[in-house]
């Protein structure tokens, strides 16, 4: 069974430094991509999910605009791991993250799991 299980969320000011880790468990996921999401209270359309960051099996990174220079996810296969690391953190970052994996299978759709979620929380 796979099981994400996501740690380092808390609250900081605008301007500091998070650093989130997901651990992976029950498969094989140096194949699979492995992300960051997030969901923010937005006043125009309520909570929403959104992209933050991706990590492909051969290393290859995505990020989104609003986090692109200030964000690094990076991912540790030994150890099954994909850290996010979160500098100049901004009031607009606040929000609940979520780890992601996505796995290829043989046949089908790919295996996909969720984290259960960590609060970051920017204050101005």
């Known amino acids: 069974q796979v099981r994400l299980v996501e740690s380092g969320g808390g609250s900081v000011q605008a301007g500091g430094s998070l650093k989130l880790s997901c651990k992976a468990s029950?498969?094989?996921?140096?194949?699979?991509?492995m992300g960051w999401y997030r969901e923010r209270v937005l006043a125009s359309t309520g909570k929403e999910r959104e992209?933050?960051?991706?990590?492909?099996?051969?290393?290859?990174?995505a990020y989104d605009d609003s986090v692109k220079g200030r964000f690094t996810i990076s991912r540790d296969n030994a150890k099954d791991t994909v850290d996010l690391l979160m500098n100049a953190l901004k009031p607009e970052d606040t929000a609940v993250y979520y780890c992601?994996?996505?796995?290829?299978?043989?046949?089908?759709?790919?295996?996909?799991?969720w984290g259960q979620g960590t609060l970051v929380t920017v204050s101005s």
């Open positions: 992209f933050v960051s991706t990590i492909s099996p051969t290393f290859s990174t």
């Open positions: 992601k994996v996505s796995c290829p299978l043989l046949r089908g759709d790919p295996l996909e799991a």
């Open positions: 029950g498969y094989l996921f140096r194949d699979c991509t």
